[in-house]
């Protein structure tokens, strides 16, 4: 009889051990998600092809939604025009620009979208009252532009906003076009512009900085 209950004893103490020991294990991390965004809209009052001062509100980003939002604080980047805002850092003195109240930032990198596997290796610069974290620009940033008689918006082939959102966390995006449904070969007097494809990777572990 002791020799039973010391065996259902030692058994129950090893059943203990391992249910402890699997939860220190935590949860399983998330998947690491790949998609395309697709016709982001980027509209923009005056510039050109008038004098007016550039304006209208950005339209909000959110990568662990995957989708635009109007919210004041979940959002990770935001476009008007040619223009990217990141929701970390401080007011740039552009007209109509959101508040930035995350601790996003961005970092523009020159490779091919499958070679930046990690963020772990850049510093991240953040809108302030120096300009935005991405350059604007032709030649700057993410794009070219190809003045009149061709008149295109085009991304610079290389470059790679390597991004830390507004909580923390981390993503790449490749932009593929400027243009609504992304035309191979855009028009630029007849594609309507200031629609963003773009490729992206989010990764929505806290503290993973692996991008692949």
Aim: charged share 20%; hydrophobic share 35%; net charge negative.
């Amino acid at each position: 009889m002791k020799i039973m209950i010391k065996f259902f004893t030692i058994l129950f103490v090893a059943f203990v051990f391992v249910s402890c020991s699997d939860d220190d294990n935590g949860p399983e991390p998330l998947a690491v998600e790949s998609k395309t965004a697709t016709n982001i809209p980027a509209p923009q009052t005056g510039g050109q092809p008038t004098s007016d001062p550039i304006g209208g509100p950005f339209t909000k980003f959110s990568f662990s939604t995957g989708a635009v939002t109007t919210s004041e604080t979940e959002w990770d980047i935001a476009f008007r025009g040619t223009t990217i805002a990141v929701n970390g850092g401080a007011a740039t003195g552009t007209n109509d620009e959101p508040e930035r109240n995350g601790e996003a930032g961005a970092f523009v990198a020159t490779g091919t979208f499958a070679s930046i596997t990690d963020a772990a290796s850049y510093t991240f610069a953040q809108d302030s009252d120096s300009g935005f974290a991405i350059l604007t620009g032709s030649d700057n940033g993410w794009y070219n532009y190809t003045p009149f008689p061709v008149n295109v918006i085009s991304p610079i082939p290389g470059r790679v906003l390597v991004l830390r959102t507004h909580d923390g966390k981390y993503a790449k995006l490749e932009i593929l076009s400027y243009y609504r449904d992304a035309p191979a070969e855009p028009d630029g007097m007849a594609d309507e512009a200031r629609f963003y494809t773009f490729n992206y990777v989010y990764n929505p572990n806290e503290g993973q900085t692996t991008l692949e």
